[in-house]
């Protein structure tokens, strides 16, 4: 007799075989056995497949032992087949297509019509035909490139065509400006479309919504959001999508994932697809064509992925050059002094408490503040801020010297006078630090330059606070006698354009993120940028420290993805100077790294 079976969808996209509630345990594990060509996970009643086997699941479930009983889909999972199947639609078709035929214009297609009435640049128009006929799909253009511009372009043009009705927009918080200001430029005042930022609540005839990666934890915003699109076509956008990548490892990722599965298009635009590795590039186009993304990696399309995104070079965006110089500083002794002592310490408790993965990584972010700034980690009135047991005062007289005795912080000093260099040039000056203590010992020894600065907790835009994001950027960009901005690279790292006022930048510090880099970069050299401007990149690498093991992880990071996204342009920003070991695997928090980097590693 055949048993009466379910084909379930759980809130990961995943599908779930359930048991039948008759079947007997010989017939259970039998069906178990039988299913897992396609299984990620079994055990107990259930078996889950990821949507990416949607064929196979139903090949295996009407053949073999698994035909013995009836399998119900339920809704969950019907929508979940349509929605696969019309991804791998997509991707067959864009696979068979040479790039030519993608780029080829959509015939009958005028965005004049419809009421876009920015001109695109050639290499603009060629990325917006190759979304509009994927439907969506990823733009990994390098940063500068004009991605908001194109994301409206390809809006527009599928919505002319209806295939799309509204824009759902998940971008950081520091692009919000962009989303808005590029609506203005891009359509005339009778076709503009209201961007709607974080709005309370939501009304049908919303067309474009933006909002922030942060609120996707909020179930209540994502399920008035998933409310919202359920009765229209919805294209969602990820900006700066590597943020979202976490996937199922975070609840923002996972819920990001979510509206990707639920949306009719989605489209991911970041210009670092992937900051640590190829599975973070598999995520992100798991974002783009959800339940696909390992496919496209290293599966059966990964030889044919370079037809499924779409990417513009720093060349062909014909910028004048870059000039990266690192500048390695030396340490002042007393602060050399107390640096080794640090390490020294952090290796014994390295060798000694066998540290987990989170100790491992605040261990290795204070190395990195102390190498620029010890006050960051050390308070002259309190014990170290490591992850170690309590320090008594007398160890600290043993290492700082005689009482009293200062360290002058050689970074510091250098990024100063590299502002007022520039300043007697007439040159704004960017200044990059990743540590709220070192912020403030800049902000200190650039006061006479008037600095602007923005930090994390630095409002986006509050009237009644003293100052706010808005103000400082605008004070930056206006204010003659500001010249120079202080800022962290995960605040304002990404959506902030100041390459019309300022060319100039200096990196203090540095962290293991490729993205973050090769984001901060680009906040001055990008699209707009003359041909006779003359633009820098000091790197301040402090000599015999963690700094000069960042340089190496993020040149191999760099390099490993100017592999995969087959663009030599990114060659240049990495140092030529490559080791021949294994870059540290991930970003901070990596136990590994901590006892690589201290000569522990057994």
């Known amino acids: 007799m055949a048993y009466d079976g379910i084909v379930d969808v759980d809130d990961l996209g995943q599908y779930v075989v359930e048991r039948p509630p008759a079947a007997d345990d010989v017939w259970w594990e039998q069906v178990r056995q039988h299913l897992m060509v396609a299984a990620i996970a079994h055990g107990g009643d259930r078996v889950i497949v990821s949507r990416a086997n949607t064929r196979v699941l139903r090949r295996l479930l009407s053949s073999g032992v698994a035909a013995g009983a009836a399998w119900t889909w339920s809704r969950r999972a019907l929508d979940t087949e ?125 067309v474009v919504l933006v909002t922030n990666y942060e609120r996707l934890v909020d179930a209540r915003v994502v399920g008035d959001l998933r409310e919202w699109a359920r009765n229209r076509r919805v294209l969602v956008v990820f900006d700066e999508a590597h943020r979202g990548k976490a996937g199922v490892r975070s ?146 007289t043993e290492v700082v010297g005689a009482p009293g005795e200062h360290i002058r912080p050689a970074k510091i000093i250098r990024a100063a006078q590299i502002v007022a260099d520039n300043r007697e040039r007439g040159k704004k000056t960017l200044v990059w630090t990743s540590f709220i203590g070192n912020v403030n010992a800049l902000a200190a020894a650039l006061a006479h330059h008037d600095p602007a600065v923005v930090v994390g907790a630095t409002p986006i835009d509050e009237p009644v606070a003293p100052t706010d994001r808005r103000r400082e950027l605008r004070r930056f960009r206006e204010d003659p006698g500001c010249w120079v901005l202080v800022a962290t690279p995960q605040t304002l790292g990404e959506g902030v354009s100041l390459h019309t006022v300022c060319t100039d930048q200096v990196h203090v510090d540095r962290g293991f993120s490729a993205s973050t880099w090769l984001q901060s970069i680009d906040r001055t050299h990008r699209l707009g940028l003359p041909q006779d401007a003359l633009a820098t990149c000091v790197v301040l690498q402090a000599a015999r420290t963690i700094d000069e093991r960042v340089a190496e992880v993020l040149d191999k990071k760099v390099l490993a993805m100017a592999a995969a996204l087959d663009d030599r342009s990114l060659r240049p920003v990495a140092d030529p100077m490559i080791v021949e070991e294994d870059p540290v695997a991930g970003v901070l928090g990596d136990v590994d790294a901590l006892r690589e980097l201290l000569g522990l590693a057994r």
């Open 82 to 206: 349509a929605a696969n199947a019309r991804v791998s639609r997509r991707l067959d078709e864009l696979s068979s297509m040479s790039m030519d035929e993608q780029t080829r214009w959509p015939q009958g297609l005028n965005l004049g019509d419809a009421g876009f009435v920015r001109e695109l640049r050639p290499f603009q128009r060629r990325a917006v035909a190759r979304l509009i006929r994927a439907t969506g799909g990823a733009d990994f253009s390098v940063p500068g490139a004009g991605k908001t511009t194109v994301a409206y372009a390809a809006f527009c043009g599928l919505r002319a065509r209806g295939e799309v009705h509204a824009m759902l927009v998940v971008a950081p918080t520091s692009a919000f400006d962009a989303w808005v200001d590029e609506a203005a430029a891009c359509f005339a005042p009778a076709h503009r479309p209201e961007v709607r930022v974080r709005p309370r609540h939501l009304r049908d005839s919303d």
């Open 251 to 396: 609840r923002r990722g996972a819920n990001a994932a979510r509206l990707a599965r639920e949306s009719e298009a989605t489209l991911v635009l970041t210009g670092t697809p992937m900051p640590n590795g190829e599975s973070d590039l598999a995520a992100v186009f798991d974002l783009a064509w959800p339940g696909h993304g390992e496919r496209l990696v290293d599966g059966e399309l990964a030889h044919l992925r370079e037809r499924v995104f779409v990417r513009v070079t720093k060349q062909e965006l014909e910028l004048p050059p870059l000039d990266i110089r690192v500048e390695r500083v030396e340490l002042d002794p007393t602060h050399r002094r107390l640096y080794d002592a640090m390490i020294k310490r952090v290796g014994s408790w390295a060798e000694d408490e066998e540290p987990t993965a989170a100790e491992a990584g605040r261990a290795l972010m204070h190395l990195l503040a102390a190498g620029t700034n010890p006050s960051t980690v050390f308070d002259p009135d309190a014990p170290w801020s490591l992850p170690l047991a309590a320090v008594k005062q007398a160890d600290l």
